[in-house]
């Protein structure tokens, strides 16, 4: 198996004694052994809901400063493990999501449900130009940038859900 699934012992102590690393696996929601991006999205709904009574101007802030915090971390945590996108690197996923839920923060409950499967679709699935980007651009830019996209795309879809049944 490829050392983009493994994660040995040695890399989880690399990623727990690091603070890029820490933040990089999503505050340690990335360590699970299965489904490390489905955990790193759930473990983002907890800090959304948190803040979700912050402006859409805020939450772009928000958003923004965690990316760049990302970039950073995503890279460290990269170099820690010899692996430029490791699938316990998950912080790419909780920016995703955020920017997936932006229409939630005006609907109903149901809207974060319905974002949050939306964002693991896209994610997972990686249409044109997700998978492009992907598949090209590497280091910790890389891999914020594709989840980046994917939470475009499941925000319009949200958008687009929500205005259809209003």
Not at 54 to 81: E, H, K, N, T, Y
């Amino acid at each position: 198996m490829s050392t983009k699934y493994v994660l040995d012992t040695e890399g989880r102590r690399r990623l727990r004694a690091s603070p890029a690393g820490w933040i990089a696996c999503g505050f340690g929601s990335g360590l699970t052994p299965k489904a490390q991006g489905t955990f790193g999205s759930l473990a983002a709904v907890v800090p959304w809901l948190l803040m979700r009574g912050l402006s859409v101007p805020a939450w772009i802030g928000v958003i923004v400063v965690a990316f760049a915090i990302g970039v950073w971390a995503c890279d460290v945590a990269g170099r820690l493990l010899g692996v430029d996108d490791h699938r316990s690197l998950v912080w790419d996923e909780f920016v995703g999501l955020w920017i997936a839920l932006l229409p939630a923060l005006i609907a109903p409950w149901w809207a974060v449900v319905a974002g949050f499967v939306l964002f693991r679709l896209f994610d997972v699935w990686k249409p044109w130009p997700i998978a492009w980007f992907d598949r090209r651009v590497k280091g910790g830019f890389g891999v914020m940038l594709d989840d980046v996209i994917a939470g475009i795309f499941a925000g319009i879809a949200l958008y687009l859900l929500l205005s259809l049944i209003r």
